[in-house]
């Protein structure tokens, strides 16, 4: 095999290759799932693999002792799930549910993200904003929607007043996420991570309290929905989890879609007339 060949030392031409790699999307060293390195067993010295490998002196070893039947399919998740809802009920403010969650260590998201990204906004507005995970520049940030998404929904309700800077509740956002670690390379979530925060989620609804719920893009309509399709559910008024909720499209769907911003268009008018509904 020809061995592949030294690369220049030009720090230009050596950050050109990374910006490159970056917007492919390989951002960061990780793999499809993380890995604790901390929590590694320590390899064994190079003596005792070596003496591993050859023949066992002596005379054979015992039987094997029996082994445990596995856990039925499931039942680490059901247990996973069980102390989420535990957690979730026992918090009595944001502040302790924030705790809880952070504190959640089934979740194997958690290892490999930098940041633990909660909400933003203020609590008590009238308008919740559900999203499916932070990327990126929220994982860095540690806020919810900061990245060209982010900007673009901010520049999209503050087209019908709403912004989650505004200090007064009847004009503020309160904005959340399904999952608040970034997943690897921005996956879609896997349904064991969504079933797993689904209760913090709904927690989270009950105390910031807000008269009407948006779901931005799939994963929240799956999630407090339990349907999927967000092209055909944007726009629909529905209820769920006692209040009204509208589903639209999400922020990163509408940059890659430009077409698509007559239909948010009309779901935002759509949201305006009903917050001026008495």
Known sequence: MTPAPDLPADPALLAALIAWQAELGADEAI?????????????PPLEARAAATR?????????????????????DLAAAVAEAEALAAAAPDLAALSAAQSGYGHCELRQGARSFVFADGRAGARVMILGEAPGREEDIEGRPFVGRAGQLL??????????RAA?????????????????PGNRDPEP?????????????????????LVLMGNTPAGAILGRRGITRLRGIWTEALGRPVLPMLHPAYLLRNPAAKAE?????LSLQQTLRTP
């Open 31 to 43: 793999g499809d799932a993380p890995l604790d390195r901390f929590a590694l067993p320590a390899a």
């Open 55 to 75: 023949a066992p002196a002596g005379p054979a070893p015992a039987a094997p002792l029996p082994v445990a039947a596995p856990a039925p399919p499931g039942a």
């Open 154 to 163: 901010d520049r999209m309700f503050a087209a019908i007043g709403l912004g």
């Open 167 to 183: 200090p007064d509740p009847a004009r503020a956002l309160y904005i959340a996420n399904v999952l608040p670690w970034r997943p």
């Open 192 to 212: 064991d991570e969504v079933a797993m925060m689904l209760p913090f989620v709904r927690r989270h609804i009950a105390l910031a309290a807000p008269e009407v």
């Open 264 to 268: 948010a268009w009309a779901d935002l």
